[in-house]
């Protein structure tokens, strides 16, 4: 395949981009020098148009084909931010950032795109314009919002959007997908119980919020055994929490803190309204007051049903169809690219990334023989999406 030969010249100076990347992580919005590095190393591979500064800190590169007989546009999404781990791989390029580093791969999917961003502006070989779209905060700040907010898809409109996560320990050269909700919500719970304080020898005289934070404990896990379809999938963790500072003091409040999971918007209401009526009541019962604070932040992310299947079809023909997996289980960690498939059909399909720490773990890297597979991937799904010589 051509783009694989193109590659091959090129792997020498992708890996060593991605291990500049990985040396020097940055979190969340404030990845100034990543996104200068991408928007500076777009502008030498001669793409058309380069955007610094959408939702902050994102880049977008306007790539334009041969021909635009179509007028079709599809947008091509990395996410570019670390996270704030203290790595530990010992790997001759890590981390230079004292607690900072790539643990999801970051630094491999921007190097991907970007190699894909220089063979598309190199062979035009397509009918139509590829929007590449670089983003910050994918690691709780939601920078795919950002962007959105900011005038994504109404500055540069696209008919289809496509997204690429590696996945530990499924083989290099294997891709993963499936339709329909393939990533859970992410939502922030923070419950207040105030009683009343006072000596821990004389507790008739309080109203004690541990007693309550207990018996809240136990009563939250019936909300996914017995408020929802056993079908369904849900998580409710409280992991946090705070109250008083002295052994002979019964505090006066008591916070907690976790984090609620669900694979459906309607499972999801459910749980904000029914743990929000959990809460005041049974703080109520036993005299206090009881109060949920629910942030939502990222929504299911749902692949669109015909945008999987054109997505497999471009991995099938980059790694032949026994190495493209349709039945990819579901999970409920979260992913900021579901607010873009909220705007623009599409879908994110999973590449091998061999034998590794899974993501999030210190010990954890992307391998750099993941780029080849996921450059051939991106220009394979710009030449079947945006075909030469079709109206």
Known sequence: MAVENWVAGQIADLTAF???????????????????????????????????????????????GQTNISGRTIGLRSDMDALPILEATG?????????????????????????????????????GTVIVIFQPAEEGGAGARAMIEDGLFKRWPCDEVYGMHNRPNLPVGQFTINSGAIMGSVDEVRITITGRGGHAARPEQTIDPLPIAAALLQAVQTLTSRNMDPIDSAVISLCTIQAGNAFNVIPQDLTMTGTVRTLREEVRDMIEERLGTMVANIAAAFGAEGKLDYVRHYPVTVNH?????????????????????????PTLGGEDFSFMLNEVPGAMINVGNGPSAGLHHPEYDFNDDVITWGCSYWTTLVRQRLPQGQA
């Open 18 to 64: 991605r291990h500049d990347l990985h040396m020097n992580p940055e979190l969340l919005y404030d990845v100034e020098r990543t996104a200068g590095r991408v928007a500076e190393a777009l502008r030498a591979a001669g793409v058309d148009e380069v955007h610094e500064g959408i939702g902050r800190t994102g880049v977008v590169g306007v790539i334009r």
């Open 91 to 127: 790997k001759p390029y890590a981390s230079q950032v004292p607690g900072k580093m790539h643990a999801c791969g970051h630094d491999g999917h921007t190097t991907m795109l970007l190699g894909a961003a220089r063979h598309l502006a190199e062979s035009r070989a397509f009918d």
């Open 305 to 329: 049903e015909r945008e999987t299947a054109l997505a497999a079809q471009a991995a099938q023909e980059v790694a032949g169809t026994d190495n493209v997996l349709l039945d990819m289980p």
